[in-house]
C-alpha cells in the first residue's frame, strides 16, 4: 500500500467552483486500492481541518517538512499554487525513499532533483 500525502488542500466542498484540486486529488486517491492518504498540509487551518475529515487523514500540519516527516508518504500530491512548488519539492527531499512521481517540472527543475522523465 502506498501512503500519500497532499500539500494543498483547498477548501473543497459544494460552491467552490473549479477550485480545490486537493480535493480531486484525496477523491482519486481514496478510490484506489493501492493508496492510503496518510498526510495533509494546508496553510489555511479551516481547509485542513476540514480535509483531513473529508478523507481520514492520520498526519496533519501547517508545515509541510513537518507532516512529510511524521506521514513519510511514498507519494506526494502537491495541489498548491505554481510559485510554491520549488520550496515544497525542495522540502521532499527529507522525506525517506526519495521517490520521485511529479505532475509538473518547475520544482523538480529549479531544485535540480528532476528532470522532465520524472514527471507527469
Ligand atoms: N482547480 C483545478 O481544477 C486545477 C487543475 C489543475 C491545476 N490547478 C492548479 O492548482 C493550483 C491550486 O488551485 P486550486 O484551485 O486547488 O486552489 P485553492 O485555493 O482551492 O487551494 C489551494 C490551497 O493551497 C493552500 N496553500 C497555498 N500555499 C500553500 C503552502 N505553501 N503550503 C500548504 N498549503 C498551501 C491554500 O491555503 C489553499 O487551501 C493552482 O496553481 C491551479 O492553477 C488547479
Given amino acids: 500500500m502506498y501512503r500519500v500525502a497532499v500539500i494543498g488542500c483547498g477548501k473543497g466542498g459544494e460552491g467552490v467552483g473549479a477550485h480545490s484540486i486537493g480535493h480531486a486529488h484525496g ?11 496518510v498526510g495533509a498540509c ?29 506521514a513519510k508518504p511514498d ?7 505554481a510559485g510554491s512548488h520549488a520550496d515544497l519539492v525542495e522540502a521532499l527531499r527529507e522525506v525517506r525513499g ?17 528532470s522532465d522523465r520524472d514527471c507527469l
Fill in 27 to 37: 477523491r482519486h486517491w481514496s478510490r484506489c486500492d493501492y493508496a492510503k492518504i
Fill in 75 to 81: 507519494i506526494v500530491s502537491i495541489c498548491t499554487y
Fill in 42 to 70: 494546508d496553510l489555511n487551518a479551516e481547509n485542513l481541518a476540514s480535509y483531513v475529515k473529508n478523507f481520514e487523514v492520520e498526519f496533519a500540519s501547517d508545515s509541510a517538512a513537518d507532516m512529510l516527516a511524521r
Fill in 98 to 114: 526519495q521517490g520521485r512521481l511529479l505532475r509538473k517540472t518547475d520544482g523538480a527543475q529549479r531544485v535540480g532533483i528532476g
